[in-house]
């Protein structure tokens, strides 16, 4: 079982850049796959990104195409996402999380959670 801890998270003025991180410890991350979700107050958990257990592929909504980068570096078992170019509607908790084969945008498939950041973006 791996356990997984977010960090990188805090306030930042609209246009700004964050970095989150999410460490994993007790199993290597590289046989799981990493995504990162977010959840506003009031409002679903939403997909954010993706990326495979080499990092090869990645997959994005929609809303942070262009803006965010995910990436990991398997040698120090940590997932990464360039948060850039950051709105105030992009405010919430960010969770990573991690399943062992399942590479998609469905929160409910990950089997693994961290506790979450919270990332607020003024105006």
């Known amino acids: 079982q791996v356990q997984l801890v977010e960090s990188g998270g805090g306030l930042v003025q609209a246009g700004g850049s964050l970095r989150l991180s999410c460490v994993a410890s007790?199993?290597?991350?590289?046989?799981?796959?990493v995504a990162w979700f977010c959840q506003a107050p009031g409002k679903e958990r939403e997909f954010v990104a993706t990326?495979?257990?080499?990092?090869?592929?990645?997959y994005y909504a929609d809303s942070v195409k262009g803006r965010f980068t995910i990436s990991r570096d398997n040698a120090k078992n940590t997932v990464f996402l360039q948060m850039n170019g950051l709105k105030p509607e992009d405010t919430a908790v960010y969770y990573c999380?991690?399943?062992?084969?399942?590479?998609?945008?469905?929160?409910?498939?990950?089997?693994?959670w961290g506790q979450g950041t919270q990332v607020t973006v003024s105006s």
């Open positions: 999380a991690a399943d062992p084969s399942y590479y998609g945008i469905s929160a409910h498939e990950y089997h693994y």
């Open positions: 007790g199993r290597t991350l590289s046989t799981y796959i």
């Open positions: 990326i495979d257990k080499t990092g090869g592929r990645t």
